[in-house]
């Protein structure tokens, strides 16, 4: 590897970071858990990851602001689907709950980093936008399923509506506070690893990596307070 230069990983090479996935499927079935969620899992995330990785090029050399903007109605939709999976209660009622989370915390974030902190000029450079937005709405996602699974669990327990609230928010929240926690000390984070194996220096990173660390607490936080408040009129409705 040269200076300032990332080595290209060769697919001989890229098979090799497979060896301890192998170790953790072996593991799963020696231990009679079924390894076939883990299996599909890997697959499609190869499949989704080469197409994406076509599909930005395109992307990217046409820097179009319409191409922009249906990727993110795209990530919005399917980041909100998602968020649903593990919440015990109809799909289809929450929804549209989880879209208007995801989207009104996702595009404040969003223009506070580009317009505020980058002053992203044009606003829909895809090259720099797209991969925030990625951040942002993975991490409004995470945070709304968290919330959303204790908040129902803690309602099926007879417990109050802000109850409720203020417990499944600390929850979502557990994860982000620990990685702020453990950022520079136990881990350092994938933005800032990349620019410094990219030559950056490691101070410019640290000020790149604060921006994100700042815009996924926030987008985390605001999605997951949206989705209980949105839940509270729903919930009195029934009780």
Same mark, same amino acid.
């Given at each position: 590897m040269?200076?300032?230069?990332?080595?290209?990983?060769?697919?001989?090479?890229?098979?090799?970071?497979?060896?301890?996935?192998?170790?953790?499927?072996?593991?799963?079935?020696?231990?009679?858990?079924?390894?076939?969620?883990?299996?599909?899992?890997?697959?499609?995330?190869?499949?989704?990851?080469?197409?994406?990785?076509?599909?930005?090029?395109?992307?990217?050399?046409?820097?179009?602001?319409?191409?922009?903007?249906?990727?993110?109605?795209?990530?919005?939709?399917?980041?909100?689907?998602?968020?649903?999976?593990?919440?015990?209660?109809?799909?289809?009622?929450?929804?549209?709950?989880?879209?208007?989370?995801i989207?009104?915390?996702?595009?404040?974030?969003?223009?506070?980093?580009?317009?505020?902190?980058?002053?992203? #000029? &044009?606003?829909?450079? +895809?090259?720099?936008? !797209?991969?925030?937005?990625?951040m942002? =709405? /993975? $991490?409004?996602?995470? *945070?709304?399923?968290?919330s959303?699974?204790?908040?129902?669990?803690?309602?099926?327990?007879?417990?109050?509506?802000?109850?409720?609230?203020?417990?499944?928010?600390?929850?979502?929240?557990?994860?982000?506070?620990?990685?702020?926690?453990?950022?520079?000390?136990?881990?350092?984070?994938?933005?800032?690893?990349?620019?410094?194996?990219?030559?950056? #220096? &490691?101070?410019i990173? +640290?000020?790149?990596q !604060?921006?994100?660390?700042?815009?996924? =607490? /926030? $987008?985390?936080?605001? *999605?997951?307070?949206?989705?209980?408040?949105?839940?509270?009129?729903?919930?009195?409705?029934?009780?």
């Amino acid at each position: 590897m040269t200076e300032n230069t990332l080595e290209i990983i060769e697919l001989p090479q890229l098979v090799l970071a497979f060896i301890p996935v192998l170790m953790v499927l072996y593991i799963q079935f020696n231990w009679s858990l079924s390894p076939k969620r883990t299996i599909y899992a890997l697959v499609r995330m190869l499949v989704q990851l080469l197409l994406v990785g076509f599909f930005l090029s395109y992307i990217f050399e046409s820097n179009s602001a319409w191409l922009v903007l249906i990727l993110l109605i795209m990530m919005v939709i399917i980041s909100s689907w998602i968020a649903l999976n593990n919440i015990d209660a109809p799909k289809m009622q929450l929804f549209q709950r989880a879209v208007m989370a995801i989207l009104l915390s996702g595009v404040l974030t969003l223009f506070v980093i580009t317009q505020g902190v980058l002053q992203l #000029s &044009p606003w829909y450079h +895809a090259q720099t936008f !797209i991969p925030l937005a990625g951040m942002v =709405f /993975a $991490s409004s996602m995470n *945070s709304v399923s968290l919330s959303g699974e204790r908040f129902y669990s803690e309602l099926t327990n007879k417990v109050s509506y802000k109850q409720a609230r203020n417990t499944a928010f600390q929850a979502s929240m557990i994860p982000n506070v620990n990685a702020l926690l453990a950022v520079g000390i136990v881990s350092l984070p994938g933005m800032m690893t990349g620019q410094i194996l990219s030559g950056v #220096s &490691p101070f410019i990173a +640290a000020r790149y990596q !604060i921006m994100v660390m700042c815009m996924i =607490f /926030a $987008s985390a936080g605001l *999605s997951s307070a949206c989705f209980l408040y949105f839940s509270e009129a729903k919930v009195k409705q029934v009780s």
